[in-house]
């Protein structure tokens, strides 16, 4: 389908569409686009970590200077809260809230209230009783591997290999040599006997996989 066939609607039932234009769109476009008012406050422990999304670092712009930023900014760190606002992205309109990180300020998208599905359909047949016996071995093993956060504990093992491998290709990777005389340069080269990289990136890749299946 070519893009000068496709257009923006609403269903209204089988085959029957609402088509609405740009103009359209433009005409009932929010305030939110861009502007960001902080609508209320809410304690930072209050938000439950499955509504947020996206995160995005906020920075002060023309309208809002660097001394009004960090006012805010400080306010919301002494009363341990977030501001909550809204604004449009890809033209829909999304809650957010504003957390004070550092020497800045973090956006969180959040998820739509119909986005999250309410835990009990998923956990109600499970057993609540436990073995205390099985939870206090537990517990012991959590302590011992109890480690402080760090992003390391996120990186990526595939990357860091192929990066590893790539840069000890490089090093390894002898110049070319000049040629001897001018009488060798009609001479038809002979083929190379350098490692295609590509090859040697699929086989280390296929590797590091096979090796963590076995693990």
């Given at each position: 389908?070519k893009?000068?066939?496709e257009a923006?609607?609403?269903?209204?039932?089988e085959?029957?569409y609402?088509?609405?234009?740009?103009?359209?769109l433009?005409?009932v476009e929010?305030e939110?686009?861009?502007?960001?008012?902080i609508?209320?406050?809410?304690?930072?422990d209050?938000i439950?970590?499955i509504?947020?999304d996206?995160p995005?670092?906020?920075?002060?712009?023309?309208?809002?200077?660097?001394?009004?930023?960090?006012?805010?900014?400080?306010?919301?760190?002494?009363q341990?809260?977030?501001?909550?606002?809204?604004?449009v992205?890809?033209?829909?309109?999304r809650?957010v809230?504003l957390?004070?990180?550092?020497?800045?300020?973090?956006?969180?998208?959040l998820?739509?209230?119909?986005?999250?599905?309410?835990e009990t359909?998923?956990f109600?047949?499970?057993?609540?009783?436990?073995d205390t016996?099985?939870?206090?071995?537990?517990?012991?093993?959590?302590?011992k591997?109890?480690?402080?956060?760090s992003?390391?504990?996120?990186?990526?093992?595939?990357?860091?290999s192929l990066?590893?491998?790539i840069?000890?290709?490089?090093k390894?990777?002898?110049?070319?040599?000049k040629?001897?005389?001018?009488?060798?340069?009609g001479?038809?080269?002979?083929?190379?006997?350098?490692v295609?990289i590509?090859d040697?990136l699929?086989?280390?890749?296929?590797k590091?996989?096979?090796s963590r299946?076995?693990?």
């Amino acid at each position: 389908m070519k893009d000068e066939d496709e257009a923006k609607g609403y269903e209204r039932g089988e085959n029957d569409y609402v088509i609405l234009t740009d103009e359209d769109l433009e005409a009932v476009e929010l305030e939110t686009v861009r502007t960001i008012d902080i609508e209320k406050f809410v304690r930072r422990d209050r938000i439950e970590w499955i509504y947020l999304d996206t995160p995005y670092y906020l920075t002060a712009n023309e309208k809002i200077g660097d001394e009004a930023f960090s006012v805010i900014r400080e306010a919301m760190k002494a009363q341990d809260v977030v501001g909550v606002s809204r604004l449009v992205l890809g033209r829909r309109e999304r809650a957010v809230i504003l957390e004070p990180r550092g020497q800045g300020i973090v956006v969180w998208t959040l998820r739509f209230g119909d986005e999250v599905r309410p835990e009990t359909e998923y956990f109600a047949d499970i057993d609540k009783k436990s073995d205390t016996n099985g939870v206090a071995a537990l517990e012991r093993v959590i302590k011992k591997r109890m480690k402080d956060w760090s992003p390391e504990m996120v990186s990526d093992p595939i990357q860091e290999s192929l990066l590893k491998l790539i840069a000890s290709k490089k090093k390894s990777k002898k110049p070319a040599r000049k040629t001897a005389s001018k009488s060798a340069k009609g001479k038809e080269e002979k083929p190379s006997n350098v490692v295609n990289i590509m090859d040697a990136l699929k086989k280390s890749v296929a590797k590091e996989l096979q090796s963590r299946r076995a693990g």
